[in-house]
């Protein structure tokens, strides 16, 4: 069974304080693995898609990592506006892939 | 771009009543899905559609629920006879075929409380 698993469930952190978020995954076969960051009462926001091990994306102070088992989504120097959840997803390969499987999430909270 | 957008945000119902929500996908985009997350979970995946085909649905659409797509544009998500454990959030995702994975993105959801 297609399974996406995140830790730790809550992370606090001061701000500039750099730490790393876990996504570990099992999937039949790897379409692309997703991050996205959700606000409390909105949608989640797309961040990145990662489709191969070894395969790094950035943005701002966020970067996301990719192996065969496992996505690290690493935060440097936070600042409190980075305070969100944020969610990991697996695509699987084959004609009934298209369904995002998410993780339960990495609750985010960064103080000043 | 104006964003996938959703109708109501919020719904408040008694139980056995019916309710129907409604999404409005990224102009370009032929694929439009239907998740619910409740709190402290990720998003579930209920339904798929490929312009106006339903494609896909996860056992957890059971039968009080239907999802149409008319005319490959908007999309409604029907629930009948509505329960308590139907409170959660829906949200509605969109995407455009492209090479390698579909990234989905997200509307604001619409938050249903069954009381």
């Known amino acids: 069974e297609d399974q996406v698993t995140q830790s730790p469930e809550a992370l606090r952190l001061q701000e500039g304080e750099s730490s790393s978020l876990n996504c570990s995954y099992t999937?039949?076969?790897?379409?692309?693995l997703f991050w996205y960051r959700q606000d409390p009462g909105k949608g989640p926001e797309f961040l990145f898609t990662?489709?191969?091990a070894g395969e790094e994306k950035e943005k701002e102070r966020l970067k996301a990592t990719l192996t065969k088992k496992e996505s690290f989504l690493h935060i440097t120097a936070p600042k409190p506006e980075d305070s969100a959840t944020y969610l990991c997803?697996?695509?699987?390969?084959?004609?009934?892939?298209?369904?995002?499987?998410f993780g339960k999430g990495t609750t985010l909270s960064v103080s000043s | 771009d104006t964003g996938v957008s959703q109708n109501p945000r919020h719904k408040i119902t008694k139980r056995g009543q019916n309710v129907t929500f409604r999404c409005d996908p990224i102009?370009?985009?032929?694929?439009l899905y239907w998740y619910r997350q409740t709190l402290g979970q990720g998003p579930e995946f209920l339904t798929y559609?490929?312009?106006?085909?339903?494609?896909?649905k996860s056992r957890l659409l059971s039968d009080r629920f239907s999802a149409e797509r008319p005319k490959g544009s908007f999309s409604t998500l029907e629930i009948q006879r509505t329960e308590q454990g139907d409170s959660a959030m829906y949200l509605c995702?969109?995407?455009?075929?492209?090479?390698?994975?579909?990234?989905?993105?997200f509307g604001p959801g619409t938050r249903l409380t069954v009381l």
């Open positions: 997803a697996v695509q699987a390969l084959g004609q009934a892939g298209t369904a995002l499987i």
């Open positions: 102009s370009e985009h032929n694929r």
């Open positions: 999937v039949s076969g790897l379409r692309g």
């Open positions: 990662l489709y191969s």
């Open positions: 559609f490929q312009n106006e085909a339903q494609l896909e």
């Open positions: 995702a969109s995407s455009s075929k492209g090479q390698g994975g579909h990234e989905q993105f």
